[in-house]
């Protein structure tokens, strides 16, 4: 009897060690902390914005943008990092600080347009700008950047869906080259730091 009841314990013990790795694979697996195998490229990027149009090859060459792929109606994650990027730009001093253009790319064209993205942003600051296009230019500056994001569906809520999305902050200088990709973070620290090593350049 005691050697059975020690098997079933260890049948236990292995299928809760299982699920629990099992779990923790789904975890690594969520959209917003995967980047594809060969890691992004960048590039130019030339969208419909809140400024008229936003194009990367339009900044100056001492300038450098941090980019945010979300929603307006993100429920947490986007309105975090919307935040923080604020806090990092604003610890700059003034000189410092106009060298960095926030840019939030909206993967939710459908109910994202340029008035409810500029409505949206004022919340962040002036300076943040809003920008969107069609599923086939989000799609090409998704592959690029390594930027994934699916729709869900809640039919139990007034928003219909939400949209599970990436959540890293890219540094990116006028040329498209990707100088840094931030990992979500609550707190500015991880970005200023990045955008300190992004200006010293």
Same mark, same amino acid.
């Given at each position: ?19 629990? %790795? &099992? ?10 902390? #995967?980047? /594809?195998? =060969?890691?992004? *490229? ?21 300038? %450098? &943008? ?10 947490? #994650?986007? /309105?975090? =990092?919307?935040? *923080? ?21 909206? %993967? ?94």
């Amino acid at each position: 009897m005691t050697s059975r009841i020690s098997a079933r314990r260890r049948w236990a013990l292995g299928l809760a060690g299982g699920l629990v %790795v &099992a779990a923790a694979l789904l975890w690594s697996f969520r959209p917003w902390q #995967v980047t /594809p195998p =060969s890691g992004p *490229v960048g590039g130019n990027i030339e969208l419909p914005a809140t400024t008229g149009t936003f194009s990367l090859s339009a900044l100056q060459d001492d300038q %450098v &943008a941090v980019l945010f792929f979300g929603y307006s109606w993100c429920p947490d #994650v986007c /309105p975090i =990092s919307l935040a *923080v990027v604020r806090q990092a730009r604003l610890s700059l001093p003034p000189q410092l600080r106009r060298r960095v253009v926030p840019v939030m790319i909206s %993967v939710d064209p459908e109910r994202d347009t340029l008035e409810r993205l500029a409505e949206y942003l004022a919340a962040f600051g002036d300076d943040m700008v809003g920008a969107t296009g069609s599923a086939a230019e989000l799609a090409d500056i998704g592959e690029r950047y390594g930027v994934v994001w699916r729709k869900v569906e809640t039919p139990d809520s007034q928003m219909e869906y939400a949209v599970d999305h990436t959540a890293s902050l890219y540094l990116v200088k006028p040329d498209g080259t990707i100088l840094e990709r931030v990992l979500h973070s609550p707190t500015p620290g991880p970005l200023k730091a990045a955008l300190d090593r992004a200006l010293a350049e």
